[in-house]
T-cell receptor, first 114, second 112 residues
Framework: GAGVSQSPRYKVTKRGQDVALRCDPI?????LYWYRQALGQGPEFLTY????????KSGLPNDRFSAERPEGSISTLTIQRTEQRDSAMYRC????????????FGSGTQLSVL | GESVGLHLPTLSVQEGDNSIINCAYS??????FIWYKQESGKGPQFIID?????DKRQGQRVTVLLNKTVKHLSLQIAATQPGDSAVYFC???????????FGPGTRLSVLP
């Protein structure tokens, strides 16, 4: 596609529910990143993939968070048993190559946990 | 819509003046740096990048300066325009991983 596409744009859920956030990167981009951004702060790294391989998941806050990219394209970030503190903007980004290339960001999914 | 940077440091400049936004980093192994611009309701947008083998790089109306000795990065915007109003983030990474670390951000406000 022309840019990084994320869905849904907004997600409101009740505490304890599971949510799945989708990212469709720019076609042909090797690397895909997930970031979380709180109001007034810079994006905080969660995890990234090169092709289908998850290279680094050190930024995932706990084991309720997981991500996959099974075919090396679309990625899903799943949060199980959501908590209010999970409320944030979740941003996906992709880059053409794996060797220190600029990131292209999507518009994000705003998650609100009630 | 989303509001970005409600409590960020703010730099206010007159339209037409030059702006300088600064960023300090702590990882001496960082070797690739990017400046991003983020407007309200949008994702960060790439502005300019620089690798550690350079100390200056110029783009259209923007210049990035890198001082590795003091681990400092700056973004200079010439002839600042109202459309430059946004939050600006620096980001860094090193050869040991691909994890980009973002700075806290600076809000640029352009006064008419």
């Amino acid at each position: 596609g022309a840019g990084v596409s994320q869905s849904p744009r907004y997600k409101v859920t009740k505490r304890g529910q599971d949510v799945a956030l989708r990212c469709d990167p720019i076609s042909g981009h090797v690397s895909l990143y997930w970031y979380r951004q709180a109001l007034g702060q810079g994006p905080e790294f969660l995890t990234y993939f090169n092709y289908e391989a998850q290279q680094d998941k050190s930024g995932l806050p706990n084991d309720r968070f997981s991500a996959e990219r099974p075919e090396g394209s679309i990625s899903t970030l799943t949060i199980q048993r959501t908590e209010q503190r999970d409320s944030a903007m979740y941003r996906c980004a992709s880059s053409l190559d794996s060797a220190n290339e600029k990131l292209f960001f999507g518009s994000g999914t705003q998650l609100s946990v009630l | 819509g989303e509001s970005v940077g409600l409590h960020l440091p703010t730099l206010s400049v007159q339209e037409g003046d030059n702006s300088i936004i600064n960023c300090a980093y702590s990882n001496s192994a960082s070797d690739y740096f990017i400046w991003y611009k983020q407007e309200s309701g949008k994702g960060p947008q790439f502005i300019i990048d620089i690798r550690s083998n350079m100390d200056k790089r110029q783009g259209q109306r923007v210049t990035v300066l890198l001082n590795k000795t003091v681990k400092h990065l700056s973004l200079q915007i010439a002839a600042t325009q109202p459309g430059d109003s946004a939050v600006y983030f620096c980001a860094e990474t090193d050869n040991y991983g691909q994890n980009f670390v973002f700075g806290p951000g600076t809000r640029l406000s352009v006064l008419p």
